[in-house]
């Protein structure tokens, strides 16, 4: 399917929230690197995507209703064979059914698991005076206790890009920290305008999450995506 046939479906269904798939395809096309993330709707769909990804894969609650998917249970990292992946398939469909009644279920996403980085996190909401406004910060913890993060108004020109990366506190934490290496600044740059340029491009898309990119010393990968368009009156 293409970008515009993901809105237009969505907008059909009266839905604003697309689905993690539904996300990573439109980035995927925007030049956006993003795991590769397939549904599967049943136990043996996954066991045969599985199988096409290569172990060890993840998996994931594929539903219009869930927002996070971890508070759902419906999240589950590192299968490495076929039965983990039966049995968490079950696991996830169970655990979405007892947190959230109500949400409607299409299966679950089946899709590589990336090696561990540096998690940064790209954002976009649209202020009522300056339209949309990239955010970018660092992932997990940090960005949830600190609010480590740094504004840019859309569209971003090289030098906001490279200026954004600069400016957060625990920029050091990207150059390498302990002997770690560090990371792909250049590739991050290109990210966020490449971003940029689809948010630009995408008036339909009100807000975007790339939470978390892996960022490692050559490339970076989004490996959660959460698309919300506007409302159409
Ligand atoms: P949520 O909807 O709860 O934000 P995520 O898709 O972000 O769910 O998954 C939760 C966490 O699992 C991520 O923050 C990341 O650390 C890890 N994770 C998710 N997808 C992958 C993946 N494909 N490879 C490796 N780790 C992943
Ligand atoms: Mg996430």
Do not use: C, W
Not at 57 to 65: F, G, L, Y
């Amino acid at each position: 399917m293409t970008g515009q046939n993901i809105i237009e479906k969505a907008r059909r269904e009266n839905r604003t929230l697309l689905t993690e798939i539904e996300a990573k395809q439109l980035l995927k096309e925007a030049g956006i690197a993003v795991v590769e993330t397939k549904l599967a709707t049943s136990k043996e769909k996954a066991v045969a995507i599985s199988e096409k990804l290569g172990f060890p894969v993840v998996m994931k609650i594929a539903s219009v209703d869930v927002v996070h998917k971890s508070d759902a249970g419906g999240v589950k990292l590192g299968l490495k064979t076929k039965a983990q992946v039966r049995k968490a398939y079950d696991e996830i469909i169970k655990s979405t059914q007892k947190a959230f009644p109500q949400a409607r279920i299409e299966g679950v996403s089946v899709q590589a698991m990336a090696k561990q980085g540096a998690e940064v996190i790209i954002g976009m909401s649209k202020d009522a005076q300056f339209g949309p406004v990239l955010m970018f910060g660092l992932g997990g913890v940090l960005v949830e206790i600190l609010k480590d993060v740094s504004f840019r108004i859309v569209p971003l020109q090289p030098r906001d890009a490279s200026e954004m990366i600069r400016d957060i506190k625990g920029f050091s934490l990207l150059q390498g920290y302990r002997g770690s290496d560090p990371i792909d600044v250049a590739n991050l740059e290109s990210m966020l305008l490449k971003v940029s340029t689809f948010v630009e491009n995408t008036p339909a898309v009100k807000e975007l999450d790339l939470n978390p990119i892996f960022a490692y010393k050559d490339g970076a990968v989004a490996v959660d995506a959460r698309v919300v368009l506007e409302d159409v009156a």
